[in-house]
């Protein structure tokens, strides 16, 4: 028997969710993707393929680490600053097959406080 991983889950999980879940013009995808030592967020249009609007931890002025809350939080907050500055006011979540819980919760809590609505 083959052993599993925790991200062969997630992705798992992932593709399971993707099937349902798809981004337009009028409400891109936010997608999340979770590291151990940052966090990232795209807006996409899932019909033209296009990243809309990105935002990461490891960008320089992104400030705390995205390693933990406070970092999650900063990201979901300038996601959403640049999505309102690109006309983009609604979305839909994509969780990235993680659990709604910690950085992932903190992230789209900042991002609904910012404007976005999903």
């Not at 409400?27 to 990105?54: C, E, N």
């Amino acid at each position: 028997m083959a052993e599993t991983n925790r991200n062969d889950v997630r992705i798992r999980i992932h593709k399971r969710i993707r099937q349902r879940l798809h981004g337009t013009a009028e409400r891109p995808r936010l997608a999340v993707f979770r590291s151990v030592k940052h966090i990232y967020v795209q807006v996409i249009d899932d019909h033209k393929g296009r990243t809309l609007v990105s935002a990461s931890s490891n960008e320089k002025n992104a400030g705390k680490s995205g390693g933990n809350i406070a970092g999650a939080k900063e990201i979901g907050k300038l996601v959403a600053e640049r999505a309102k500055a690109e006309g983009i006011t609604s979305v839909v979540f994509d969780r990235g097959g993680y659990l709604y819980h910690g950085r992932v919760k903190a992230l789209a809590e900042a991002a609904r406080a910012g404007g976005l609505e999903f």
